[in-house]
């Protein structure tokens, strides 16, 4: 029988193979007949397992834990550091000091006790309208035209004067408003053409009364003589425009009470806008602003008739002001030329106050009366302290720096760290020390 050639090996001849040390032998075919092959069964194969090798680990451990010890004696000599927290003692220095606010400086000078001061000044005009509340009766006066007559023989010419009255046949009195020149009369035979001249006329009292038909006029001023009857006047239309009524009229304390009103909007107006156009930055104390009525007045006059009227005001304010930034530099400056050497001023405990004594807006000048106070506390050269505390372990680091800085420190805090620490590290940088203020 032809021996089976695989081209995978089943497991049982796989695992024979790997088992049998001798070659296989293959006997050479003599006869060149083919053998027809058979089809070849595929079985599952098996996964093959091989057995574990035992490695050897030492060599790993050894690496690691050489490692660890390098990087554990970097740390110790690396990670080290202490940190010392110093407080201070603070002691706090007031004083009282009178500074110039000054138009005319630029700079703050400590030694002539002067800051710089900037003039602010705004314009308000305000006009309103007010109602009258005066009582008045008013009527109104008839007038028309009247022709006046002259027929006087012998014929001459007659001038009145304005103001001349003539009364209606029904007795109103009426006057011209004009001065008044009648022609002569013509005088042809014994015929008579009389002179004539036209003129307006009021009525001498208000009302409807005058409001007349056309009538006949005399003058009343050439009764009893010889004029009397040869100069008269007629009318050929009504007389118009006469009434009687209640209106408003403008009274004196209508004229001021609108004054007071508006003068106090005006003026409070004219401070809004002098106080907008000064910043947060500058300090403008309350009676360092003024203001003054530059215009008041109206066109109506007192007894007007009218049911209103418009007055108008004009404010002008102005302000000294100064700048915070200044006060406190001069402020801070002043505090510092008075404490002792070595003696450091501590800022977050700077206070200022200050009110105005004198204030000349004009002038631009403003004396001030300043109140300073500060706590200040002895210079500590943190670095100095680092290089003297080199290796020193938490007792004599309290005494060096009490051999130090004595009782200009009124607290201090060790700490350590690594939590294996228990000395200063002898590296400056790994030493830190911080100042704190309570």
Do not use: C
């Amino acid at each position: 029988m032809a021996k089976k050639i695989y081209d995978i090996k089943p497991p049982k001849v796989a695992k024979k193979t790997s088992v049998e040390s001798e070659p296989v032998k293959i006997k050479k075919v003599q006869s060149k007949k083919v053998v027809k092959e058979q089809p070849v069964q595929y079985q599952p194969v098996q996964p093959v397992f091989k057995e574990k090798s035992h490695v050897n680990r030492k060599p790993i451990l050894i690496g690691v834990l050489v490692f660890v010890v390098i990087f554990g004696v970097y740390l110790f000599f690396k990670l080290p550091k202490v940190d010392i927290t110093i407080w201070p003692k603070v002691e706090t220095l007031s004083f009282e000091q009178a500074i110039t606010a000054d138009k005319s400086a630029d700079l703050v000078n400590l030694e002539k006790a002067v800051i710089p001061a900037q003039y602010f000044q705004a314009t308000k005009t305000n006009s309103q309208d007010f109602p009258a509340t005066g009582n008045a009766s008013n009527e109104g006066k008839a007038s028309g035209t009247i022709t006046i007559y002259n027929k006087y023989d012998p014929p001459e010419s007659f001038t009145f004067k304005a103001g001349t009255r003539f009364i209606s046949d029904s007795g109103k009195l009426f006057v011209s408003l004009q001065k008044i020149v009648i022609p002569a009369a013509k005088k042809s035979g014994s015929k008579i053409t009389p002179g004539s001249v036209q003129v307006e006329v009021q009525a001498a009292e208000g009302g409807s009364d005058y409001n007349i038909a056309p009538a006949s006029f005399s003058i009343p001023g050439l009764k009893g003589t010889a004029y009397y009857y040869s100069i008269y006047a007629t009318s050929t239309s009504a007389m118009a425009g006469g009434y009687a009524g209640k209106v408003k009229k403008v009274t004196e304390d209508d004229i001021q009470g609108a004054k007071n009103v508006l003068t106090e909007k005006t003026t409070s107006d004219a401070m809004s806008d002098l106080k907008s156009q000064i910043s947060s930055d500058y300090v403008l104390l309350d009676n360092a602003a003024i203001s003054n009525v530059a215009e008041a007045s109206t066109q109506t006059k007192s007894g007007a008739i009218a049911d209103n009227f418009t007055y108008k005001v004009t404010v002008k304010a102005s302000a000294l002001v100064f700048k915070k930034s200044d006060i406190e530099q001069f402020g801070k400056n002043y505090i510092i030329s008075q404490i002792p050497n070595g003696k450091i001023l501590l800022d977050n405990t700077f206070k200022i106050d200050y009110s105005s004594s004198v204030v000349d807006i004009s002038g631009g000048k403003a004396t001030l009366n300043v109140n300073l106070s500060s706590g200040v506390y002895q210079n500590i050269d943190k670095n100095s302290v680092a290089l003297s505390l080199l290796g020193e372990n938490e007792n004599q680091i309290k005494t060096t720096i009490d051999n130090s800085l004595g009782d200009q420190a009124s607290k201090l805090k060790i700490k350590f760290w690594p939590f294996w620490v228990t000395k200063a590290p002898n590296s400056q940088k790994a030493i830190n020390v911080e100042l704190k203020f309570e």
